[in-house]
């Protein structure tokens, strides 16, 4: 069975009891796909590009591997695995393979279906009996435990059918058939990269950019092959333990104390990848600058409760991954070129990236991105739950009448201050997209209470600016479990300290 938590609003795979609806096991982050459940345990289809399955045992277990043309699964009574492989838009070769995670593949074999002979029906005519040379499978085996065999039906399409039998008993490996399996997704998936095997999920170019015009038009304007490859990479160094830091030692260990504490992992250095989404990424390995810059994330990230960024895991986001680089670049339009900072949720992670040039405004930086992600939960649960607090028609009836953002970055120009509705928005940049609005305004006001700023003007009265922190403020409340927050969060001290909070 598989749903949305109602207390963490994760997608989740159970298997259930149904005799009392019992919950015997449940693996978060991941909605209903392809599987197979028994009274052990169930596999379901982790990753569709790279071809992942997941036994997820009764007792909380994960094995990953990785096996391609998977089109039917079955549980056998000790629990192993009984799979069969084929590349349905061929005949290729079936093949079938008993596999358990603990002893691995115990028997296995392979039939072409290219070498079975048809018979003639006899009222065919010789043209329609060559014709039927084509051989079509089930869509399912059929697993019987009493015969301890499997069988699948062969046909063409004038029948002439034909009873495939893989007996257990008598079943051995020898082709010497091998699948390893992994405690957690991250690691294969590491695995395939390594041995260059992996499949990014997300297209590296879009057709309309493929026509040679296009191509001749991006070679004169400079842009490289990368221009429109989608960076995916999670690190440049998978095993840190036995990397040598030199003078870099002591900021990596500031670094797992900080990844220890929130449960995220923070990527810096040699580690940084030089593409994430559509951004050219500088590594940035200065030392000196390094431990600035974690001075100023350390002081923010004690803003939040231990729990918050666990509770950003929603749906079937499974963990955040910061990374702390130098120069951030890109040349796709409608999008800022040169930020300070960014995030995005990449392979089922939330990523913020962050440039250690704007240490110096980490307050406001870091608060800025944070609330992008703050803004994806909550919306994230508003699909759910119409009756949440959150909503963009609520949001909108802060701002002026007949206003509507740009929802582009097109008309945005940073050289001009000025270009906004004073007392509405922060800056111009607030007035792109709602999501910029908020940012702009949590960001501000996490600033403010990290600098000692408590008469900041702009929030001050019943100023539209406060009313639309106010109500972002109850927003967070209601789309969060705050049972241990503390009474006034870092972002509503600025509302505390300049009187009444808005009605």
């Known amino acids: 069975m598989s749903g949305v938590t109602p207390d963490t609003y994760k997608y989740a795979v159970s298997d259930i009891r149904i005799d009392d609806n019992t919950v015997l096991s449940t693996y978060e982050g991941q909605s209903f796909s392809m599987s197979c459940v028994d009274s052990k345990g169930f596999v379901i289809e982790a990753d569709t590009a790279n071809n992942i399955w997941n036994y997820h045992s009764s007792d909380g277990e994960n094995s990953f591997f990785s096996l391609p043309d998977v089109v039917d699964v079955t549980l056998a009574e000790d629990g192993d695995m009984l799979i069969r492989c084929q590349d349905l838009s061929s ?7 008993k596999y358990s995670p603990a002893t691995g593949v115990s028997s296995s074999f392979s039939y072409n279906p290219t070498t079975r002979s048809t018979g003639k029906m006899s009222d065919s005519s010789s043209d329609s009996a060559a014709a039927d040379t084509k051989t079509y499978c089930s869509a399912n085996s059929v697993y019987l435990p009493d015969a301890n065999c499997v069988m699948m039906l062969l046909y063409t399409a004038q029948c002439n059918p034909e009873i495939l039998i893989w007996s257990l008993d008598k ?14 997704c991250d690691t294969l998936l590491q695995a395939l990269r390594d041995d260059g095997s992996y499949v990014s999920p997300y297209s590296a170019i879009d057709p309309a950019d493929s026509t040679d015009e296009n191509q001749e038009a991006m070679e004169e304007a400079g842009k490289d092959s990368d221009y429109n490859t989608y960076g995916d990479e999670v690190t440049l160094i998978p095993d840190t333990a036995s990397y040598d830091w030199g003078d870099l030692s002591d900021i990596n260990a500031r670094i797992t104390a900080l990844e220890q504490k929130y449960g995220f992992s923070i990527y810096f250095g040699p580690e940084v990848p030089k593409r994430i989404d559509y951004y050219d990424i500088h590594q940035f390995k200065n030392k000196d600058k390094l431990s600035v810059a974690l001075d100023s994330l350390e002081e923010i990230l004690g803003c939040f409760p231990d729990d918050f960024f666990t509770q950003l895991c929603y749906g079937n986001i499974r963990g955040m991954r910061i990374y702390l680089c130098g120069d ?3 040349g796709h339009s409608d999008m800022i070129n040169e930020p300070s900072g960014f995030v995005n949720i990449i392979n089922n992670h939330n990523v913020m990236v962050l440039n250690c040039n704007y240490s110096w405004d980490f307050s406001y930086t870091v608060g800025h991105e944070i609330s992008h992600l703050i803004d994806q939960r909550l919306t994230f649960i508003h699909t759910y739950d119409e009756k949440s ?43 792109t997209f709602a999501t910029e609005d908020r940012s702009e305004i949590f960001g501000t006001a996490i600033d403010d209470y990290i600098n000692g700023i408590y008469d900041d003007a702009r929030f001050t009265d019943d100023s539209p600016i406060r009313n639309k922190l106010d109500y972002y403020s109850r927003c967070i409340r209601d789309g969060f479990d705050t049972k241990d927050w503390p009474d006034t969060m870092a972002w509503e001290s600025v509302l505390t300290a300049t009187g009444a909070q808005a009605d």
């Not at 005949?91 to 393979?97: A, R, V």
């Not at 079943?171 to 957690?184: F, L, P, Q, R, V």
């Open 389 to 431: 607090e959150f909503s963009e028609g609520k949001w909108n009836s802060f701002n002026p009448d007949s206003f509507s953002y740009d929802d582009s970055y097109a008309n945005y120009n940073p050289d001009d201050p000025s270009n906004h509705i004073s007392g509405y928005f922060i800056d111009s940049y607030g007035m």
């Open 328 to 330: 951030i670049s890109s």
């Open 91 to 97: 005949d290729n070769i079936i093949s079938y393979y």
């Open 171 to 184: 079943g051995k490996n020898d082709s010497k058939a091998e699948i390893t399996s992994y405690n957690d």
